[in-house]
């Protein structure tokens, strides 16, 4: 998802605050060209002071789908999404960052998606109408048990139960992002498949007959076996038989 810059107008603010102190205390410096190009020098100046002190925000570019209705919706999950970021600083719980980091790289992953493709929203509106929301919901009810004064037998049943149900929810998260390449899986199979025809078109690779031959050609033995050394007249072999050469 491409994020955008957003500049700060406190630089220009500045510069043009400066050209009217100027003008204020200074009114007849800015009449002459001498003192004109001091005072434009001066305002650059500040205006690059302004940039480097406040350089502005970068926001992730908004998902455009022709649906306003849907544009709204997915901008709202994604606000529900940086409030569980906000939950997991807040929240100091190891476990639980753990798995509200689950959460969020899993909402990240797919809200680049629908950036790359908005029409695979209906593909994670569950996500976005149900797991997400209700997350959200459950981290700032953890908040306030957490930040509770006194906590008694309710209060800490009530925090374990949320606890324990995070990691199911990281779960239905990630199996969400993962759902949205399903299509994509099946054009790389298809797309595979008709690479495999051509190439065996073009003879580049072996399939059928020819597989067959160097599996068979594999299985052969690699030497044959040499023959038996020839035993000499009168030698008796290792079965003791004695052998004589010839008809005598």
């Known amino acids: 998802m491409k994020k955008v810059h957003i500049k700060s107008a406190i630089p220009i603010y500045m510069a043009a605050a400066l050209w009217l102190l100027i003008g204020l205390i200074f009114p007849k410096l800015v009449l002459k060209l001498p003192g004109l190009l001091i005072t434009a020098a001066l305002s650059v100046g500040a205006y690059f002071v302004g940039s480097m002190l406040f ?57 680049k998606e629908l950036g790359r493709d908005p029409r695979k929203v209906a593909l994670v509106r ?48 990630e199996k969400c992002a993962d759902n949205l390449y399903k299509d ?16 065996t078109g073009d003879n580049l690779i072996k399939t059928g007959v020819n597989s067959i031959m160097d599996s068979l050609e594999n299985a052969a033995p690699r030497a044959q076996q040499a023959p038996a050394a ?13 052998l004589t050469l010839g008809g005598h």
């Open 230 to 242: 020839p035993v000499e007249e009168g030698k008796t072999t290792k079965e003791g038989i004695r």
């Open 55 to 111: 350089p502005g925000r970068e926001v992730e570019e908004k998902i455009t789908t022709g649906d306003a209705a849907v544009d709204r919706e997915i901008e709202t999950a994604r606000q529900r999404l940086e409030n569980l970021r906000k939950a997991n600083e807040a929240i100091p719980d190891p476990e639980i960052s753990k798995n509200l980091d689950r959460m969020y790289a899993s909402g990240q992953q797919i809200f």
């Open 126 to 173: 569950r996500f976005m109408n149900y797991y997400l929301p209700t997350s959200e919901k459950l981290m700032e009810q953890y908040q306030v048990l957490m930040n509770a004064n006194t906590k008694g037998e309710n209060i800490t049943s009530a925090m374990q139960t949320i606890e324990s149900s995070l990691g199911l929810a990281a779960n239905a998260f």
């Open 184 to 199: 994509d899986e099946m054009d790389i199979d298809a797309e595979i498949k008709v690479m495999q025809t051509m190439l």
